[in-house]
């Protein structure tokens, strides 16, 4: 996200603000506004954007492989899972992020210790798409 910046890229994307090139379409994901140079936020629009409902969701999700689950309670979890974010139901459903999050949610419940769900787990961490998979146990983990 732009509010992420150094100073010395801040200033760098102003003077690109302040002198566009010609056709230039600048769209900036900013999750905390005032953190910004207050002379960029002076120069953009705000475009508040809402969380998708579920069944927007299951429409952007309709369009990719493999499709949401059919059971209504498995879409319902789903749809909540992904917190409103198309992003997060495509990598929940394209990468194993359903079984993870269920594996770290039963181990985090769960009263005694179980192995076999940390084994789980690890497995699915570490399978072919490691980067994905990791940023998805993370974002469950964290939240």
Same mark, same amino acid.
């Given at each position: 996200? !732009? &509010? $992420?910046?150094? #100073?010395?890229?801040?200033?760098?994307?102003?003077?690109?603000? +302040?002198? /566009?090139? *010609? =056709?230039?379409?600048?769209?900036?994901?900013?999750?905390?506004?005032?953190?910004?140079?207050?002379?960029?936020?002076?120069?953009?629009?705000?475009?508040?954007?809402?969380?998708?409902? !579920? &069944? $927007?969701?299951? #429409?952007?999700?309709?369009?990719?492989?493999?499709?949401?689950? +059919?059971? /209504?309670? *498995? =879409?319902?979890?789903?749809?909540?899972?992904?917190?409103?974010?198309?992003?997060?139901?495509?990598?929940?459903?394209?990468?194993?992020?359903?079984?993870?999050?269920?594996?770290?949610? !039963?181990?985090?419940?769960?009263?005694?210790?179980?192995?076999?769900?940390?084994?789980?787990?690890?497995?699915?961490? *570490?399978?072919?798409?490691?980067?994905?998979?990791?940023?998805?146990?993370?974002?469950?983990?964290?939240?």
């Amino acid at each position: 996200p !732009a &509010d $992420d910046m150094n #100073t010395n890229a801040a200033n760098a994307l102003l003077k690109n603000l +302040e002198e /566009p090139p *010609a =056709r230039t379409l600048f769209i900036l994901i900013v999750h905390a506004p005032g953190s910004l140079l207050p002379t960029i936020r002076s120069r953009c629009q705000v475009v508040r954007l809402t969380p998708l409902d !579920a &069944d $927007d969701l299951m #429409t952007v999700l309709e369009t990719t492989e493999p499709a949401p689950p +059919e059971d /209504p309670a *498995a =879409r319902a979890a789903l749809a909540e899972r992904a917190g409103g974010s198309a992003r997060n139901a495509i990598l929940l459903t394209q990468y194993g992020g359903l079984e993870i999050a269920s594996t770290l949610d !039963a181990l985090v419940t769960g009263r005694k210790s179980d192995v076999g769900g940390a084994f789980r787990l690890a497995e699915a961490v *570490a399978g072919r798409d490691q980067a994905i998979q990791f940023d998805i146990f993370n974002r469950r983990a964290l939240d």
